[in-house]
């Protein structure tokens, strides 16, 4: 089975991966187009959800709560953070696009021990990453210092010519505070939107060694192993990680044989 998953180019549905269709057990994430008023209605049974207005604005409307006119910026490219919304399992919401709008949907299994909230852009730490050609910009959208219980949820730009996600790192193995195991997804997107970038997902078995040409709106699946992603020159990278898994926590590894670049000029 394929890593990438394509996106649709003309419906609402851009792309969705749930635990079957990845054959895993914590991960789903699908991505939606609305125009004006137009509607995606969203419950997960079991499944803590986060609502990401990527671009545009929206009005959802839950049955204990309604937020209206969601967003923050035209595009995911803007120097700006998201609007979100955290919601238990179990939870009906309506999302009506209040213009064109672009939302990401992530959910993993949970118990239902938090209740619905509005995440605001200005609650969300914004950070810069890396030096040099590995510089990123990073956006934590619902880390595990913020209340979920599985849920993982961050977006980071990228400049042309630089690389992300670097040095290659994983995070497949339960070993606290080592290492933990969290599935992963990266949906993409470049610009100008004819751009690609090219994702390696690898393990040091090399039992998983896929390299992709991920182009604007491509979801990459993450199982496990090392996830490094290179963006050409001419063209900014987007991407909205989601990751769960058995304990709420990110500890990562580096792959030893290009640990070395950290230290780098240092």
């Known amino acids: 089975m394929s890593l ?11 792309a969705r991966v749930t635990p079957e269709s ?60 998201p609007y979100a919304v955290y919601l238990p399992p179990n939870r009906r919401a309506t999302i009506r696009a209040c213009r064109d ?17 509005l995440i605001e852009p200005a609650s969300m730490k914004r950070s810069t990453r890396g030096k040099s050609l590995n510089t990123r910009y990073v956006c934590d959208i619902l880390p595990q210092t913020e209340p979920a219980e599985a849920l993982l949820v961050v977006e980071v730009k990228t400049p042309g010519g630089h690389a992300s996600s670097y040095p290659p790192h994983k995070h497949d193995t339960d070993n606290i505070p080592h290492e933990s195991s969290l599935e992963e997804t990266y949906y993409h997107r470049l610009d100008p939107p004819q751009g690609f970038a090219f994702q390696r997902v690898y393990t040091d078995s090399r039992d998983i060694d896929e390299s992709m040409a991920v182009e604007d709106h491509d979801v990459v699946m993450v199982p496990r192993g090392y996830h490094p992603v290179v963006v050409p020159y001419g063209y900014d990278s987007y991407y909205l990680n989601v990751m769960a898994g058995s304990q709420r926590l990110w500890h990562f590894n580096n792959d030893p044989a290009h640990e070395w670049i950290i230290n780098k000029d240092a």
């Open 101 to 117: 709008a672009e939302i990401g949907v992530a959910s993993a299994p949970a118990r239902g021990v938090y209740p619905g909230r």
């Open 4 to 14: 990438l998953v394509k996106a649709q180019r003309e419906s609402q549905t851009i």
């Open 22 to 81: 990845a054959n895993w057990h914590y991960v789903g994430f699908a991505a939606y187009r609305l125009g004006p008023n137009e509607v995606v209605h969203v419950f997960e049974p079991g499944r803590e959800v986060c609502i990401v207005v990527l671009s545009g604005a929206v009005d959802i409307d839950t049955p204990n709560t309604t937020w209206t006119s969601l967003g923050s910026r035209d595009s995911v490219f803007e120097d700006a953070a």
